[in-house]
């Protein structure tokens, strides 16, 4: 057995560099190598001090965008890339991820936990200023303490923040408005949907956390899943994104120690294993009434997902991709 403390049991951490000063830091180098402003991303400065970054609100978004958006969710501790992919035979860019700091990246900064509502706005919040704020359950359970001066977040949202937005955020995170950077993209633009997608090695952290596992034993993280086209509208965009990681997300995680437990666990990790796996999820979705807490919240995680046992050297695979969905969904 593992001789780490269960996650729920953990001291409160005290990191000596912030999550957020790590994203900023990923700002900065994107900045300085001369790519902030060429790949389809406008910034602008608020009354109040604060920088909105519109990654394709109004802005066109890239490629590139869309891999820094989804580097900006994991406080910069994860690689993201686009690679070759195939869907049923067909061709199909594939958003890869992979981290050695999968807690800290994908639950305490990536997880879209911050439902985000102010006034008439609304968005998903997710991104280190979760660490800064630490106001849900999740940080109960994983907790962590950090007292930036500047906070780093992503909004997936259809419209830009104001200023009413970013007081909101300051507040819950202990910043001056003027302290608090927001990356924001609509789920039916290119960038939007790379970060979602790139949610692979995270839907999968999460369906174990909520399951009851000890996530710390997780050291490592390597995830694929395939990059649909651009919806037409946010609403066919979280249909589809969904659909990549239910239905076409592939992850291996390295783990230490017993196989017992990952033997036990592994199948209820897979999205197989929730009721209403195997229709679209936009038909999910429209079953729940568009709301997502009418869903089996077992359901969002990866297809597929491999254990290794970097203490045993045992290999462990649950799942199966579902290629047909994947075609329907993506109108191929």
Not at 91 to 103: A, E, K, M, N
């Amino acid at each position: 057995m593992s001789e780490e403390p269960a996650a729920g049991c953990d001291e409160e951490q005290h990191p000596d560099v912030s999550l957020n000063s790590l994203a900023l830091a990923e700002l900065e180098v994107v900045s300085m190598s001369g790519r902030s402003n060429s790949p389809g991303v406008r910034q602008r400065r608020l009354s109040n001090g604060a920088i909105v970054l519109d990654f394709g609100v109004e802005a066109q978004g890239s490629l590139q965008a869309g891999a820094l958006l989804a580097r900006l969710c994991m406080a910069g501790l994860s690689d993201v890339s686009l690679v070759p992919g195939l869907v049923d035979g067909i061709g199909f860019p594939t958003v890869q991820v992979q981290t050695d700091q999968p807690v800290e990246a994908c639950l305490l900064s990536q997880y879209a936990g911050w439902r985000v509502s102010v006034d008439d706005y609304f968005g998903m919040g997710s991104g280190p200023m979760r660490a800064a704020a630490a106001r849900e359950e999740l940080f109960d359970k994983l907790p962590w303490s950090e007292s930036p001066q500047r906070v780093v977040g992503v909004l997936e949202a259809s419209t830009l923040p104001g200023e009413g937005v970013v007081e909101y955020l300051a507040e819950r995170c202990g910043v001056a408005p003027s302290g608090v950077t927001l990356a924001v993209a609509p789920t039916a633009s290119l960038a939007g949907t790379i970060q979602v997608v790139a949610r692979s090695v995270e839907t999968s952290l999460h369906k174990l956390f909520e399951l009851g596992f000890d996530v710390r034993r997780v050291k490592s993280g390597f995830g694929t899943a395939p990059l649909p086209p651009v919806a037409k509208n946010d609403l066919a965009g979280i249909g589809r994104t969904n659909d990549a990681i239910l239905y076409g997300g592939r992850v291996t995680l390295w783990v230490t120690g017993d196989d017992d437990s990952l033997a036990e666990i592994g199948p209820k990790v897979p999205a197989s294993a929730a009721e209403g796996y195997g229709k679209p999820f936009l038909e999910i979705f429209r079953e729940a009434d568009h709301d997502f807490y009418k869903i089996d919240p077992m359901l969002f995680s990866p297809a597929e997902i491999v254990f290794h046992n970097i203490e045993t050297g045992s290999a462990f695979h649950f799942g199966q991709i579902a290629p047909a969905i994947l075609r329907q969904s993506f109108g191929v």
